[in-house]
């Protein structure tokens, strides 16, 4: 980060320097301003006290990364224990651990941090503005996140061990049945969704009130729009959550009986208030993605993307419809005809505004000047492995079809389809596609392809399996399984110690590219639009003081 | 207050209504179950007696009981189905035993499947209106009376009816300071 810290008389230099070159219409900063161009502090102070959204940005990304390797260090344990049948590695105990904290892990702490890093980092560069619209909570809402993730982890070195009872935490697994420190995990994510709260609020309070004159609604970039979006869905299911966990607590210490049949209660309750938070918790992580790949893909494409509009209406209608399919999770639940058929149709539902967006992607590099880029290749190849994702979650909507595949490997393979090669591939991407502006260097290229191609071809060594074993009965979440699935498991094991390793490559780019590299110029990409191209490479310390004139 | 200001306490209030509205799903789940009769559970409360008999058609009922968390009771039906005309009374006895030496509370819960099913079965006297005591070692006879509704759909030509039988001793009987943890 060395390079961001650079002083402000260079930084002036270079962006009068491009504005010459380039005649790009940011309006003069006045002289006088120059005293308030002060740098950051030094040391760990800068981080500790930051208010500024690119320092923040930083921090979630780090922190995410991070936790994306803590994750997958525990999804190696997983298959390790599964590279063959039987019981070799570790406990079953252990194991239910490993599931249930990676999940936790993945979820909380890689995907939607890095989103919140990346909204931190471009949406006041996209949208004009100066920073963040609360700059202080910002720095309390990353801040709180260490201390969520220290109890979480920290419980799995406690006497009894961590959670183990899945991510999903269906009482009466996480009341009746789970040990003491259950209370730590419910903690836990309290601070993680209040941390995802406060981040949700100032996302829209930065959208709504801080735009840059002339940035109308329908001229923000696709990114913004999606966050915005995911946002409000923040808003409206991290308190249901919260409300969740609280009753997991009460139940579980306090003798209320909110999930417990002797009490008056009902455990199917539980599915229903949880996966009334988790259905949009899911659109929550691949939102944000679509904004990011529809970034990426006209920049390379050398055209306007396709249907702007139809992607912001897109976006608000799988939003919209994300609250009214909670109960595809639980087709087997004994649900009545009734509602067994309205839960399938609004789910097949969303495969419409989802089928805009992949259509709009596909038009958008038809007939264009595609160039492939690294990010690039990310954002195609996620196109691709969503859309694959997004036919086994239509094949899961199917409700007597959901009776065979529910809490199967097919089940495992669909959410990693959406989550590893939809959410992780287009953080990827977007780190790619944006890491030369933080740092002002070029990334090294070849290593970057060879850890595109390495994931690639690995992630789909991995999970692509998963589909047949889960087909022919394998169930999800235990660890041994019937002699016939060895083989094919033995093949995700390798695919997936291929596709962790591979991810030591991407780290490396990283840090190589913090470090140093090519210097590239304010437009990185050629063809690349945007406000956040406008400001200098590396992004200067402060941006956007005066706010920019929105070119029509 | 600013615009910004504004913006900052709606949304906050909007959090707060979603954390209360988590809690308010509790008795609307209740309440749209016991509308519309999804979840299997039947009502608690005892109903009046049926005035008509549907002859035309017999429905087989069931009868399973499930012991919770090695609860120390024997429950179980002296008959595992019998065969009922919609609107006629019928009778089961279910013998009960405490299998252990100390003096326990049981609760039953009752369950039908399938689900639509449930409020169509009327339960005169039923043993799970109310909390058992069994003594150590006490085998007791408990009676259900109960009708189908004649309006029991068609399609329904069996239904089962499940009981869950807890070990309420520890919150029931003696209120317990070591209740809650465990």
Redesign the interface.
């Known amino acids: 980060m060395n390079s961001i810290t650079q002083d402000n008389e260079s930084t002036q230099e270079q962006l009068d320097q491009i504005k010459t070159q380039e005649g790009v219409s940011i309006t003069d900063h006045d002289d006088t301003h120059t005293e308030h161009h002060h740098g950051p502090e030094k040391g760990i102070k800068r981080w500790l006290y930051t208010t500024n959204h690119k320092d923040i940005g930083s921090m979630y990304l780090v922190f995410s990364l991070v936790m994306f390797l803590i994750g997958g260090s525990m999804a190696m344990v997983i298959r390790a224990e599964l590279f063959q049948p039987g019981l070799q590695l570790v406990d079953p105990h252990f194991f239910n651990q490993m599931t249930t904290v990676h999940g936790l892990i993945m979820v909380f702490g890689a995907v939607m941090p890095a989103f919140v890093g990346l909204a931190n980092w471009m949406v006041p560069l996209m949208i004009g503005a100066p920073d963040m619209a609360l700059p202080r909570m910002n720095n309390w809402s990353f801040w709180i996140l260490p201390f969520a993730f220290a109890i979480l982890l920290g419980s799995l070195f406690m006497e009894g061990g961590g959670p183990a009872f899945g991510w999903t935490f269906y009482a009466p697994l996480s009341t009746t049945y789970s040990n003491d420190n259950t209370a730590l995990f419910v903690f836990a994510i309290h601070i993680m969704g209040m941390s995802s709260i406060m981040g949700a609020i100032n996302v829209i309070v930065t959208i709504v009130n801080m735009r840059a004159p002339g940035m109308t609604w329908m001229k923000l970039p696709l990114f913004v729009w999606t966050w915005l979006i995911t946002a409000f869905l923040l808003i409206a299911v991290m308190p249901v959550l919260a409300g969740t966990v609280t009753m997991v607590l009460t139940d579980k210490y306090f003798g209320t009986s909110f999930f417990n049949a002797m009490g008056g209660g009902d455990p199917v309750m539980f599915q229903h208030i949880f996966w009334f938070f988790g259905h949009p918790e899911v659109y929550i992580m691949i939102l944000p993605a679509f904004g990011i790949v529809s970034s990426i893909i006209p920049a390379f494409s050398r055209k306007k993307l396709f249907g702007y509009a139809s992607m912001v209406y897109a976006t608000a209608s799988i939003a919209f419809l994300s609250f009214i399919v909670w109960a595809h999770h639980m087709f087997t639940t004994g649900m009545p005809l009734a509602g067994e058929l309205f839960f399938m149709y609004t789910t097949m539902l969303i495969s419409v505004p989802t089928g805009v967006k992949v259509f709009n992607w596909v038009a958008t590099m038809w007939r264009g000047s595609l160039s492939f880029e690294v990010p690039m290749l990310f954002a195609i190849a996620f196109v691709v492995l969503f859309t694959i994702g997004g036919f086994s979650g239509l094949m899961l909507a199917i409700t007597p079809a959901d009776f065979q595949y529910h809490d199967t490997y097919f089940v495992v393979a669909h959410f990693h389809y959406v989550l590893v090669t939809g959410a992780i591939f287009s953080i990827m991407a977007g780190v790619y596609y944006w890491l030369p502006k933080w740092t002002g260097n070029m990334f090294d290229i070849a290593l970057a392809k060879w850890h595109f191609w390495l994931s690639l071809v690995s992630v789909n060594v991995l999970f692509f399996p998963m589909h047949f074993v889960g087909l022919a009965g394998m169930p999800r979440r235990i660890p041994d399984y019937a002699l016939q699935f060895a083989d094919f498991n033995a093949i995700i094991s390798i695919g997936g110690f291929a596709f962790g390793l591979s991810q030591l490559l991407f780290v490396v780019v990283v840090y190589k590219c913090i470090k140093g590299g090519d210097k590239v110029p304010a437009k990185v990409w050629d063809a690349a639009e945007g406000l956040e191209w406008e400001v200098d490479s590396p992004a200067p310390y402060h941006t956007f003081e005066t706010p920019p004139k929105i070119k029509n | 207050m600013t615009?910004?200001g504004k913006?900052?306490r709606n949304?906050?209030f909007?959090?707060?209504?979603?954390?209360?509205?988590?809690?308010a799903?509790?008795p609307l789940?209740?309440v749209f179950c016991d509308i519309?009769g999804?979840?299997?559970?039947p009502s608690l409360e005892q109903a009046k007696v049926s005035e008509t008999i549907d002859t035309s058609r017999i429905v087989d009922v069931g009868f399973i009981t499930h012991i919770?968390?090695k609860a120390p009771f024997k429950v179980s039906a002296d008959q595992a189905v019998i065969s009922v005309q919609p609107g006629a009374m019928s009778k089961v006895v279910f013998k009960a035993k405490n299998i252990s030496s100390e003096n326990r509370m049981m609760?039953a819960?009752p369950s039908i499947?399938?689900?639509?099913a449930a409020k169509y079965m009327h339960k005169i006297e039923c043993f799970c209106f109310n909390q058992q005591a069994l003594a150590a070692g006490e085998e007791a006879d408990l009676a259900l009376m109960f009708y189908i509704d004649t309006a029991l759909p068609i399609e329904i030509e069996e239904l089962t009816l499940s009981y869950?039988v807890?070990d309420?001793t520890q919150?029931g009987q003696m209120g317990s300071s070591q209740?809650?943890?465990k």
């Open positions: 615009s910004q913006l900052i949304l906050a909007a959090c707060i209504g979603m954390f209360a509205f988590a809690f799903l509790v789940y209740d519309t999804l979840n299997g559970k919770q968390n609760q819960v499947s399938p689900g639509l869950t807890f309420i919150s209740g809650a943890s």
